[in-house]
């Protein structure tokens, strides 16, 4: 068996959530190459595992021994790239064809999440998407590895499709000023050699046992029956694709996904539209999980007595945090302010106050990001008109709502509501 009949059989005729063009890409490198052998350019175990894309923590030894699957730092961070395209199996192409298996991260995952010196991960993330199969089943394990340490998903890149249903799982999801994010959606691709093959005088025939058993064989065109029925198998992966990050991301709707068309969003625009929860950099997320362990590790009792002169030292550093907590308390409100009080906001109030709340973006970073997205409502409509066009309606004992007003969009839609005793019914 070659190394491209290996990728073929993971590509041909299967549910895949992965980027279009890199699909695109995979089907015209395996056009007329299907025959090349690469039997001899299968790796070893050690090179099977794709590396993360920076020179960060060691691979240390387990108490049995052996070299973890995973790096750390000198704070307990484990490192887990989520790097390529992705397969259910067959990690053993990975250093070579750019993929990792999700045999592969459920394992890595599995062990940090129960490995007592690592206080959190982060999934390097940089991935198109891959097989459906597998996908939904790494997002059980990264959800249950979250339920018990900090596990940030770090969009450096590409974090699409089944990369995305995986990160979507973590606690948080962190995207560079760059990165791309999204691509909620199931593709299939089917081949049909039938032409070629009559060209070359090949005439292919199958003998079979069942009416199904050669359903979509690339060795004639697709039926209607055999299109519709493969169009329902991806329907359904899709609606395990939808329920899956609705499940992570609490904040987005089933329809506020299916809303997004498979989409894709680049950096604070993910953000606005709930996909992350923050714009930042593996560096400043690798630096607040090394704090929060080093917090950990400090708490823990040491067996010596306060002094005095401890308790007082103590006591001005405590009152030091205090201070510089309330001015950063003060210019945060500032910046909340002055985003959604921006002109951009008055026709998309919803992703404006989302944007302010989530990131830490500037009001003149805001103003770009909110002028490319679609407008929410029209200058000087109500809260109904708000709620009406997001899929919501208010209760009829509830009072008629006005314009809302600078303070009250700064509070938030719920803060709003629970002043006047109303809520919102979905």
């Avoid at 103003?367 to 809260?383: D, N, P, Q």
């Avoid at 600078?406 to 709003?416: P, S, T």
């Amino acid at each position: 068996m070659t190394q491209l009949a290996h990728i073929a059989d993971r590509v041909l005729n299967r549910p895949l959530m992965i980027l279009p063009d890199k699909l695109s890409l995979i089907a015209s490198v395996l056009e007329g190459r299907i025959g090349i052998d690469a039997a001899g350019l299968k790796p070893d175990h050690d090179m099977a595992l794709p590396d993360a894309s920076r020179f960060v923590g060691t691979f240390e030894e387990g108490a049995d021994g052996k070299r973890k699957a995973y790096r750390t730092t000198a704070d307990g961070v484990a490192v887990i790239p989520v790097i390529g395209s992705l397969v259910n199996r067959g990690g053993w192409l990975g250093a070579i064809s750019g993929i990792t298996s999700y045999e592969n991260l459920k394992f890595q995952v599995a062990a940090a999440a129960k490995d007592d010196s690592v206080k959190a991960i982060i999934l390097d993330m940089d991935s198109p998407g891959g097989e459906a199969v597998g996908a939904f089943e790494t997002a059980d394990v990264v959800g249950e590895a979250a339920q018990v340490k900090p596990v940030y998903a770090m969009a450096t890149g590409l974090c699409c499709s089944a990369a995305y249903a995986i990160a979507s799982a973590s606690t948080k999801i962190i995207t560079s000023k760059s990165s791309v994010i999204g691509s909620i959606g199931v593709v299939l691709l089917h081949a049909d050699y039938s032409h070629a093959l009559h060209e070359r005088g090949v005439v292919p025939t199958l003998i079979h046992a069942g009416k199904k058993k050669v359903d979509g064989t690339p060795y004639k065109p697709l039926t209607d029956d055999v299109k519709a029925s493969l169009k329902t198998e991806v329907e359904n992966f899709n609606s395990l694709f939808v329920a899956t990050v609705a499940e992570g991301r609490p904040s987005l709707t089933a329809d506020a996904i299916l809303a997004m068309e498979a989409g894709t969003y680049i950096g604070a625009a993910a953000v606005a539209v709930g996909l992350a929860d923050a714009v930042g950099s593996f560096e400043s997320v690798l630096a607040d999980l090394s704090a929060r362990a080093q917090k950990i590790i400090s708490n823990k009792p040491r067996g010596r007595l306060m002094t005095d002169q401890n308790m007082i030292n103590r006591a001005d550093h405590e009152a030091a945090i205090a201070q510089a907590r309330g001015e950063a308390t003060v210019a945060e409100r500032a910046r909340i302010k002055s985003v959604t009080s921006l002109e951009e906001a008055k026709c998309r109030p919803a992703a404006a106050l989302n944007l302010a709340l989530t990131t830490f973006v500037s009001a003149a970073e805001a103003k770009t990001v909110l002028a490319g997205i679609e407008m929410e409502v029209t200058v000087g409509a109500s809260w109904d008109a708000i709620f009406e066009r997001r899929g919501m309606s208010v209760g009829n004992s509830a009072p008629a709502l006005q314009q809302p007003g600078a303070g009250e969009i700064a509070a938030g839609w719920d803060a709003v509501l629970e002043s006047r005793g109303m809520k919102i019914a979905r």
